[in-house]
Every structure is written in C-alpha cells, then in structure tokens.
C-alpha cells in the first residue's frame, strides 16, 4: 500500500518562524470563519425561503380528491348470472321484450299512455279542488286495464288521490327495497305552438320510428317502461329476493309538493328513514358518444334552486314630472348590476362532473391531447381544474353551468297606467346554484351588490331578508327589498359512486346495454322528484336509460321518442329487478 508523500520545508539551522499571539490567531480565525459563514448562511436563508414559499404555493393549489385509494373513474364489471337456473330465465326475458309481440304491443301501451293529456300547471289548486286534475283518473283506469297483473298481483297504495305507489313485496324481509320513480304528468303544451308539430301532440303517431306527442320522452316512456318490466316478470311467475317500489308523482312538472312530496313522507312514515336500498328516476344524460367512446351519464347530484324577488318601492306622481329615475330604472339597474357580475365557472371533485370529465380523459380516444393531459392533472391542481372550467366554459354553455352558479331574471312586474309613475316594481331572478356553493352564498352576494353599486348613487333603503341598511330617514327616495320568491333548495347530497348498490346499477347497465359502455358520474342542473327522497337513501341514481338518437325535444315542439331505444330500457328495467336479489 503506497502512502501520499509529505511536503515538508527544512528551515536553516539558526532561523525560527515567527509565532504569533494566541490573541492574533482568535482574530485571524474569526475574520476566517465570517467570511465564508455569512454568505452561506445567506444562501440556506433563500433556499429555505423559496422552499417554503413554493410548498405554501403548492398547498394553495394542491386538490383534495375525495375518495382516496379509488380510481378517478372506477369502472364496474357487466353483471353475471347468479346460477344457471337464473341465467336461463333471465334470457327467457330478454327474449319476450326483445320479440315482434312485444314490440307491437309496447307500441300500443305507450300510445295510449302518450294520448291521455296529463298536464300540470303552475296555478294549479288542491286535488279534489281543481278540476283540472281529473284527468288523472282517465289516467289511471288505463294503467289498471293495461298493466293487469301489476294491479292484481302487487300492492297499490293511492297517495293524495292520484299519486301511485306499487309493492312487490320479497323473499327476504331483511333486504332494503329498490325504488323506481316516474312522474305521470306532461308540461303543457301551448295553443299557439300546435300548428309547430310534425304531428298532433296527443296523437302519438308512430313514423315506423318515433312516436310523436307530449310526455313521450318526459317520462311516460320511463313510468310505462317500469310496469312492462314488472308485467313480464310477473307473467314468468317471478317473484323477487327483496322488494321492489315503483312511486309515480303526479305533478313533478311543479315542483311536485302534492305528488312525490306525499309518498316520500309515507315512505319515511311507514318504513323509516334510510329504508331504500337504491333509488332510479328519470334523468341523467342517457347514453351518449363523447370523444369517440359511448358513455352512460347518471346523475348523482342536482343544483340547488333558488329564486329571489326584488322589489323596488318609490313614490308615485304624474309622469309629466318626473324624477331623473323612476322605480322601473332603477330597478333595470339593479339587474343589470346583477348580470354585470356572473358567477365563475368552478370545478372541484365535489361536483359529479369533475369525474365525468375524468373519465372522459381517461376513456374517450378523441379527447384534445392538451386538455387530457390538464384534466388529469385537476386531480391535484387546483390551477389545472380552474383552466379546464375556463376552457370549456368558453366552448359549451351547457357544460358551462354543469360548473357554475347561473342566474337568469325571468319574470318583471311594474307599472300599472301610462302617464302614473310606479310605485311598485320587482323582478324574480332564478338561480341554479352550483354543488360547492349555498343559498346564503347567493343571499350574501346579492346583499353586497346592490349596496356597493346601487346603494352608493341612490339614497335608498335596504330590506336585505329583514337586514335593513342604507338610508332609513325620511330623505330617502325609497326601498329596495329582497327576499325568497318561493321555498329555495340546497344542492342535492352527491350520491356515493363505489356503494354495492352503484356497482349492482352500473353493472347491469353494462349488462344490458354493453360492457364496452363507460359509465361516468354526471350532474343535473334541474331538479327531479328525487329531491323529496333525500332522507330514505344516499343511493339516489338519475338515470332514463335511453340512448341519445332516441329521444328528442322534451318540454318541446316535436317531443318524441324510440320505439327501440324503449325497447332496451324495459330490459334495463327487468334485468335491475333481477339483478336486485344480490344482497
């Protein structure tokens, strides 16, 4: 092993180094060590400083993905049959709704059912009251002489008069209940827009494609779809392991406060609350191309709705002399504050179209490159998720308000005589409110609005909900009040996505419809009867399991639907009660 040589300098006999003071060599060693210390310090200084700037600035954009441990689209497998018993009558199934018979006479029912005009209306009064109501009855004698085995076999329950709730009770008690929903009525349709129609709206004309009339699509093709579900399984002798519900309202078109508000609350009176195992209505996106793959859109939420009056009170006189602004102008002001500041587009993983947009990125082959990539990226970006919103904001109002608080004023009421200053004006604003947001947060936003913009030019009094601010003396030159127009609604619950009853759901629409069908968390921006049945279960599934191409035109002219599209959805239907044994 070889050793390093060592320098050493022999000094000349006689000669010494000179040696310096302890007191020297301190001083020497400090100048020493503060020269190389300091600027290092100063260098870790900055590094920990920009470290922790960027890790703050990485926690304020960092996105908290709420089902940890899960797939951003977790995917389902297709249902399998139970045994070999059940697979031979499950194809015994498909094979008589998929039959020229059944065919022809799903045909006729629906038909029929499209023909009975069950409108609702806005002012309608109470049952039994109003007479308009009585066409219910018409209704309802043809389902009894439609659906025969239903009627005789299950257990019917009238709710206020016209609402209908069927029970098909099960093997096994100890099993929660599936629910199906539908709603009897149709959106009126108006005198003036008859002529528009290809065909008469009740006359149900059948194209050798579409049938054509009111409520074809929305949704007696959902509530007639049910009961021949029920109606072949019951002529198999079926007979299911847990009970199977069907609750049809009869005015979901308003609202639904004497239909499905009424069952919800016998349901929650005779079975409790959280006593339904699944829950399907109608709604969702149906089954759609998006970017090259075919998707099935649920929905698992709803906006929240919420309507506010604003109402400007000033004092009258002659027109002849009137001030520089009149009630009817300052209220146009007000509302064009109002629409001066709209709400943003927000996505966030507490919106069901946050994992629609997932599973777009990861399924759909078409997809933008860039917006795969950022989209994936939102899973932990708040800076990402805020680019995709702003990006499709920009492309697609429909999705823009999947994403954001809308507001739109639609109904205005001022004035009463031409040359007499109003007095009384007001507007209704309607507001869909987004899934991350509240119905104090629209409050709060409005209340700040007209006393930062309106309150500061007009010497005027606030009635904000009762929160009275601005000018209260007798100077003013009036009030402006705002207040709830009618009964606000929250955001609905986000319905879970990873439940036994999802995977059962999914699964046999996969089943049913195709297991190359990605199935994609989706949200509603109106409102179903569904939102009276929050307390019963959090599986809640807004689903009308119709393809695109058949159906168009609900609350429209030209409503109409496929006869085969319907077709597939009565084997959906079937397939989900016979899929309901797993317990």
Known sequence: MAFKSQNYTLLPQGESEPLTSSRQRTKWNWKRILHF????????????FLSISHAIKGSKDSQVFPHPGTAACPQFPAIESLSDDRKKLETEVRGEIGSDDFFNE????????????????DDMGKVGEDPRWDVFIEFHEYLKKTFPLVYSKLEFTPINTYGILLEWKGRDESLKPYLFMAHQDVVPVLKVTESRWKYPPYSAHYDGRYIWGRGATDCKNNLIGVLEAFETLLEKDFTPGRSILAGFGFDEEISGPQGAQFIAKHLENTR??????LIVDEGGLGIQMVDGATFALPGLGEKGYFDVRITVETSGGHSSVPPDHTGIGILSQ???AVEAEPYEPELTPANPYFTTLQCSAEYAPDMDSWLRKTIKKSLKSKKAAKSVADYIAKKNVFQRYLMQTSQATDLISGGVKINALPEKVYAVINHRIAVESHVDDIRSKLRTLVESKILKRFSMSLDAWGDVSGNTSSSAVGQIILEDFDMPLEPSPVSPFDTDAYKTFTGTIRQVMGEDIIVAPSLMTGNTDTKFYWGLTPNI?????????G?????TVDERVGMKEHIEAVKFYAQLVLNGDRS
């Open 106 to 121: 799903s045909l006729k029912r629906m038909q029929g059912a499209v023909q009975i005009p069950t409108e609702s209306f």
């Open 541 to 549: 599934y807004r689903f009308s399991p119709m393809r695109e191409e």
């Open 37 to 48: 210390t300091i600027p290092g310090i100063l260098v870790l200084v900055l590094v920990l």
């Open 334 to 336: 007000v509302i064009s």
């Open 272 to 277: 409790g609350k959280d006593s339904i195992e």
């Open 551 to 555: 159906r168009a035109n609900a609350h």
